[in-house]
């Protein structure tokens, strides 16, 4: 085999893997994988990103997406500890404002990973950055009754674009551009694969929870009025998607008629047949996103990195372990930055991929499924 075909039967054995863990234990695979995994992948991947100038036409543009980090970072540790606005109920008008800031520059962070990506004139390039900010806080802006647009597109924008399109749906546009760029019939049978892993979650062994979630595994997943944790993401989804008092219907030993919301929502999450499925696919997802950049390093070369700085990863991965393994919640607090910025840093390579599988597509079309080396000889 090549070294390429290699690869990616290492990557299709690593997504069977992850799918086989996400069935028996989906909470505490994420949580491990998310603990010790992540943290290396965001130290790694921030690396390699500054090194190809994050994949954007001006040698300073990251720092836009940088400053867009802090904000949301400052705005997050605001509201978790009551800092102001969020330190009296005479600001409230004040802290309903912030509340719409987080969102609002996750929009305006994508808007403007797109315009990084293909605008290197910098007039054009402000211009574009101001009605990206005009567009991101019209789209959140709150009326008079003092809501806000609470559409779908701007939910998945929200709820979905930091998580799960990031380590699944970004990733596979990832795989799909270097397989075609290749030529590698390898690289999109384990696109095949990556469909179908997820399929295989939530049809197989539907009504079968093979290990109950552990005490452990809820006190660091959190609950609904966890400070810090994940439910949220997976209460969102089961509030937004399925009916939730139907639900919870066909959860054995819970009586809805003396059962608090939070008993009900944590009875929804951790047992319901829904809760599990879902929580299945993003233990996949994010396990295998942190083991697809791993098992690639010889391709990507991310550890190609000056010495000093190698050892600084290594020895902040450590530290961030140690945190989540003393709190997992402070590990949390503790790498809130860090996991963010990884995330705004990488959406100028997202657009990237997503139109250099355009191009490739159509070359493609146009001369073949042939290696370009072939295509150069020709």
């Given at each position: 085999m090549t070294k390429d075909t290699k690869i990616n039967v290492l990557n299709i054995g690593l997504m069977l893997f992850s799918c086989a863990a996400a069935f028996v234990m989906p909470f505490e695979v994420f949580l491990f994988a998310y603990a010790?995994?992540?943290?290396?992948?965001?130290?790694?991947?921030?690396?390699?990103?500054?090194?190809?100038?994050?994949?954007?036409?001006?040698?300073?543009?990251?720092?836009?997406?940088?400053?867009?980090?802090?904000l949301i970072t400052l705005q997050?540790?605001?509201?978790?500890?009551?800092?102001?606005?969020?330190?009296?109920?005479?600001?409230?008008?004040i802290a309903k404002k912030f509340d719409n800031l987080g969102d609002t520059l996750i929009l305006l962070a994508l808007l403007g990973g797109f315009i990084m990506a293909f605008v290197k004139s910098m007039p054009v390039k402000i211009i574009s950055l101001f009605l990206a900010f005009l567009i991101a806080n019209q789209a959140f802006a709150?009326?008079?009754?003092?809501?806000?647009?609470?559409?779908?597109?701007?939910?998945?924008?929200?709820?979905?674009?930091?998580?799960?399109?990031?380590?699944?749906?970004?990733?596979?546009?990832?795989?799909?551009?270097?397989?075609?760029?290749s030529r590698s019939r390898s690289g999109l049978w384990s696109?095949?694969?990556?469909?179908?892993?997820?399929?295989?979650?939530?049809?197989?062994?539907?009504d079968t929870n093979f290990i109950s979630v552990t005490s452990y595994g809820v006190k660091a997943y959190g609950g609904p009025n966890s400070p810090d944790g994940f439910f949220n993401l997976n209460q969102s989804i089961l509030g937004r998607f399925f009916n939730p008092s139907h639900l919870v219907k066909h959860i054995?030993?819970?009586?809805?008629?003396?059962?608090?919301?939070?008993?009900?929502?944590?009875?929804?999450?951790?047992?319901?047949?829904?809760?599990?499925?879902?929580?299945?696919?993003?233990?996949?997802?994010?396990?295998?996103?942190?083991?697809?950049?791993?098992?690639?390093?010889?391709?990507?070369?991310?550890?190609?990195?000056?010495?000093?700085?190698?050892?600084?990863?290594?020895?902040?991965?450590?530290?961030?372990?140690?945190?989540?393994?003393i709190d997992y919640s402070k590990g949390l607090l503790w790498l809130f930055f860090l996991s963010f910025c990884h995330v705004l840093l990488e959406f100028p390579l997202n657009f990237t991929s997503i139109v250099g599988i355009g191009k490739e597509t159509g070359n493609i079309l146009k001369n073949g499924f042939k290696p370009k080396v072939a295509l150069a000889r020709k």
């Open positions: 010790i995994l992540g943290p290396l992948h965001y130290l790694t991947e921030i690396s390699w990103l500054h090194d190809r100038n994050y994949f954007s036409k001006g040698k300073y543009d990251y720092i836009v997406l940088l400053v867009i980090g802090v997050y540790f605001a509201s978790r500890f009551h800092f102001w606005p969020y330190d009296s109920n005479d600001n409230e008008e709150i009326d008079e009754n003092g809501e806000r647009n609470n559409s779908m597109f701007l939910y998945i924008i929200t709820a979905f674009v930091p998580t799960l399109i990031h380590v699944y749906v970004f990733t596979g546009f990832f795989m799909l551009f270097g397989a075609l760029k696109i095949v694969v990556f469909i179908l892993c997820p399929i295989l979650l939530i049809t197989l062994f539907r054995p030993g819970v009586d809805i008629s003396k059962a608090d919301d939070n008993t009900l929502w944590n009875a929804l999450v951790y047992r319901s047949q829904t809760g599990i499925l879902i929580m299945r696919f993003i233990a996949f997802a994010y396990t295998y996103h942190y083991l697809n950049w791993f098992s690639k390093t010889e391709v990507i070369r991310w550890h190609k990195i000056p010495k000093a700085r190698f050892i600084a990863v290594i020895v902040l991965w450590i530290i961030s372990i140690t945190i989540y393994t």
